[in-house]
Every structure is written in structure tokens, then in C-alpha cells.
């Protein structure tokens, strides 16, 4: 892999059987990340079996399998490079490395690869009530706020590649999404068959009526990783006002006042895209506005800033630590009950840290906001609630009203996602 480029990850999520694992296993293949005869000795067994249908589907299936088994797979293989970047694709299904991987360290800035089965017969339709939801909101919720559509399947709908079928479904998820919290204008929808490894890497034929990218181009219009400490320089995405050379700023939760000495373009960023190739490594600038992924250089040691810091001017309210907060949690996917104590990991933002469920305030009902039940003894999968947590090391969180991309979060245990949740007060610690 090029050590030039920037890393992205992609997790590819998806209601079971859209094809999700062709799509990755078909992507990986057509890029060289997968070795011809790991292919041709599936095809053997696929005919064996008869069930050529699975190639692809099963190469995957077969690392998941010896992942899981313990066995040595070779890592390369769930890495491919496209122009701009090194990709880590993760696929979904019943993985548990998957919600580790979503949830971890400084990969955050993940982008996701829906993928939609365009047919009738026990496809989208079914996959709308289905996980498909669930998934891009756990993803959203995780910091991974761009989306890759793909409608698979394209070869198999009535009639085959159906433009009217491609409206109808990209028309409805992209409602969807818009709730979510993408932004519309940012998602690409591409018709594909995974299968035949249509609109992958190359523009097919069977679409003519499809101008836009294939899979491949959309993963390089995305934006690359937006946080992490990166050598002694720390890099973060400006959230709201903007960040200038020469600035004051005070890092919470610590308090640290630091000025800024030089704002420079993250490379692998959409903006650096657009410019030219020579720019791409260092572009300084003399401002970066909300949404730009910067590396900025501080006069203070790096060591002294960790993860999940955030850097704010110090004259206009700057963000602080918190005591406590309250949020809007809907429980998703516990095994059991949740009764006040509990004490989750909460990731927001690019921290992850253990937050004490302090008080089951209160239970509201999911389409009226109405309250249902006050203090409940305990919480349960469905369930909405407002609770008062508190965060049991030092962390910041903004209320939605200042900062939504501050305030939500999701809610890990047993090594999966078990809530997810947005805060709406916040009690800041003097
Ligand atoms: N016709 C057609 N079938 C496809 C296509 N992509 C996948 N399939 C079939 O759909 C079935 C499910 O594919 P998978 O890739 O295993 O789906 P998945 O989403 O990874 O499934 P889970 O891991 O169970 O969630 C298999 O029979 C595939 O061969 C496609 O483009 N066209």
C-alpha cells in the first residue's frame, strides 16, 4: 500500500442477504486484494456444491470464518487502494470486529457503504423494515457521516436495470437518511449488480441512462479520516466558527490555552481533491471553516493533548468538561435490562469513556414525545428515555442545541452497540 495516501475505512452495512458480502468479496477481487486462486479454489467448491451464485459472497464468509476460528488470514486481504486512498473495508454482518472497528481509536471518520437489494421478491421492501435503518443510524451515530448507496441487485429486477425501480428506491432512502442526519446532496446512489461486478470499478454498459460515479470514483470523492493525533500535530474537523493562524484557543477538558502557529489542509480531504496534485500535501491556510479536516500546529507539547480534546475560542463560550448530562437515549440491542447504574462506554465525538446511567428520568413514547412513565425501574430494548449520566473521567459534551455533532453518541457493551442517544442539557463543571 501507498504510505502516501490517507486511510479511510469503510464499513459496509445493509440489510441481511443484499448482497453486502459479494459487494465487498467482488471489490477486493477486482482490485487485486484477493488472490486469483483463493477465487478459483472457491469456484471449485462453489460447483461442488452447486451454488456458483456464492463466489463472491464466499470468499468473505470464508475469512470471517477462520478470523473467527483464531486462524492467520492475511490482512492484506480486506485492504484495497484506490487513487486517494488506502481502504480497510469492514463488512457487516454478525461481525463482531466490525462494531470494534466502528467504535475504535482514531478511525472515526468511517465512511459507509449501504447496500440496498433492489428486488421485489424479498428485497427492499423487506430490507426498509429491516436492519437497513438500524445500521445507518448506529453508523451515523458513530461519526461516520457520509454514505456510499449502492442499489445491488440491479440484474435481477423487473424489468433488469429498471431506471423506474433505481428512482423509486434511491427517492425513499435518501427520506430516510435525510432524518438520519446525512446530508442529501453529499449521497451518491448507484445502481450495481455486485454479482456481475457492474458500476464496481467500471462504468457498465447495462446503465446508460447512470451519469454519475461508479463505486470505486464515489469512495474518492469522500472525505478522509477527520480525527487523531497525528505525530506531534493534532488534527481535528472544524465543527462551527472557524480556526485561523495566529488564534487563541483553549482545549477542554483540560483548560490548556494554546496559540495557533499554522492551519494546514488534512491531506485526503474533499477540498484537496479539487485542488491541484502538487498541493496535496501541505496546503497551509489562512482559514478553515466549518466542516475542513485540519492539521494545526500549537505552541504547546503534544503530549499534553490526548483524543477527544476539543479546541474552542476562548471568548465565545468555549467548550468545557462536564459533571453531568442529560440525554435522550433509545435502547436498541441489549440482551437484558438496564437499571440505573449501569455504566456503558459512551463514544462521542472521537472520546470513548465509561458514563454512569444515573437516572432513569423518565420514559417517552417514540412517535408522540408524550412521557410514558416516570423514574422506570428499568430500561429494555425500544425503549426512549432521558437520563442523567455522568461521565466517570473527564470528557465534553455540548447539548444538540450548541453542537450536534458534540452531543450524540453511542452506547457500547458486550463488545456491541446497545443504545444510541443524543444530549440535551449539559451541567459544566466550573
Ligand atoms: N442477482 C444477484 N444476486 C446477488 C447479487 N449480489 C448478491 N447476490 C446474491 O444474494 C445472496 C446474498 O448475498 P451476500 O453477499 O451473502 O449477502 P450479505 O448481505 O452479505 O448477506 P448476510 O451476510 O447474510 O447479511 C447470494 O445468493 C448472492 O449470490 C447481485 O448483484 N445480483
Known amino acids: 500500500m501507498d504510505k ?23 471489490l477486493l477481487y477486482k482490485l487485486g486484494g484477493i488472490e486469483k486462486d483463493v477465487i478459483e479454489r472457491l469456484e471449485k467448491v462453489d460447483v461442488e456444491v452447486n451454488m456458483p451464485s456464492f463466489k463472491y459472497a464466499w470468499v468473505l464468509d470464508k475469512l470471517k470464518a477462520d478470523h473467527e476460528r483464531g486462524a492467520t488470514i492475511d490482512i492484506s486481504l ?5 487513487n486517494k486512498y488506502n481502504c480497510i473495508v469492514i463488512d457487516a454482518p454478525g461481525h463482531r470486529e466490525c462494531i470494534k472497528n466502528m467504535t475504535t481509536g482514531a478511525s472515526l471518520a468511517n465512511c459507509d457503504v449501504l447496500v440496498i437489494d433492489s428486488t421485489t421478491t424479498g428485497g427492499f421492501e423487506a430490507g426498509m423494515i429491516g436492519q437497513t435503518f438500524e445500521h445507518a443510524l448506529l453508523a451515523f451515530n458513530l461519526g461516520a457521516n457520509q454514505i456510499i448507496c449502492c442499489c445491488n441487485k440491479m440484474d435481477a429486477t423487473t424489468p433488469k436495470y429498471s431506471m423506474d ?58 472525505k478522509g479520516p477527520n480525527i487523531g493525533g497525528i505525530r506531534d500535530v493534532p488534527v481535528g474537523r472544524v465543527e462551527t466558527g472557524c480556526l485561523r493562524p495566529g488564534m487563541s484557543v483553549t482545549f477542554a477538558p483540560t483548560g490548556l490555552q494554546a496559540e495557533v502557529k499554522s492551519v494546514e489542509m488534512y491531506p485526503g480531504t474533499r477540498l484537496q481533491a479539487e485542488a491541484n496534485s502538487s498541493e496535496m500535501h501541505r496546503e497551509p491556510l489562512d482559514v478553515a471553516y466549518p466542516g ?112 450536534p455533532p458534540l452531543s450524540r453518541f453511542v452506547v457500547q457493551d458486550l463488545h456491541q452497540i446497545v443504545a444510541v442517544g443524543v444530549a440535551i442539557n449539559v451541567k459544566r463543571k466550573n
Not at 7 to 24: E, L, M, Q, W
Not at 78 to 82: D, G, L
Not at 382 to 389: E, Q
Open 292 to 403: 475542513d479536516i485540519v492539521r494545526f500546529n500549537v505552541n504547546v507539547s503534544a503530549t499534553d493533548l490526548k483524543q477527544g480534546y476539543v479546541a474552542s475560542n476562548p471568548e465565545d463560550d468555549p467548550a468545557k468538561e462536564v459533571t453531568h448530562f442529560t440525554s435522550h437515549v433509545i435502547i436498541t440491542n441489549h440482551p437484558s435490562q438496564i437499571e440505573e447504574g449501569y455504566t456503558p462506554i459512551l463514544h462521542c465525538h472521537t472520546s470513548h469513556i465509561p458514563v454512569k446511567f444515573a437516572e432513569l428520568i423518565y420514559k417517552v413514547d417514540y412517535c408522540s414525545h408524550k412521557i410514558i412513565e416516570k423514574r422506570p425501574p428499568f430500561l429494555k430494548n425500544g425503549d426512549n428515555c432521558l437520563i442523567k449520566m455522568i461521565p466517570t473521567e473527564s470528557m465534553v459534551v455540548e447539548p444538540f442545541s450548541l453542537s
Open 78 to 82: 480486506s485492504k484495497f487502494e484506490t
Open 4 to 26: 502516501k495516501k490517507a486511510r479511510i475505512n469503510i464499513v459496509v452495512i445493509g440489510h441481511a442477504n443484499s448482497g453486502k458480502s459479494t459487494t465487498t468479496a467482488h
Open 165 to 222: 425501480r433505481y428512482v423509486k428506491i434511491s427517492e425513499q432512502v435518501l427520506t430516510y437518511l435525510i432524518k438520519v442526519g446525512y446530508k442529501p446532496y453529499e449521497i451518491p446512489f448507484i445502481p450495481i449488480s455486485s454479482f456481475d461486478g457492474d458500476n464496481l470499478i467500471d462504468r457498465s454498459t447495462n446503465f446508460d441512462w447512470y451519469k454519475g460515479p461508479t463505486l470505486l470514483e464515489a469512495i474518492d470523492i469522500m
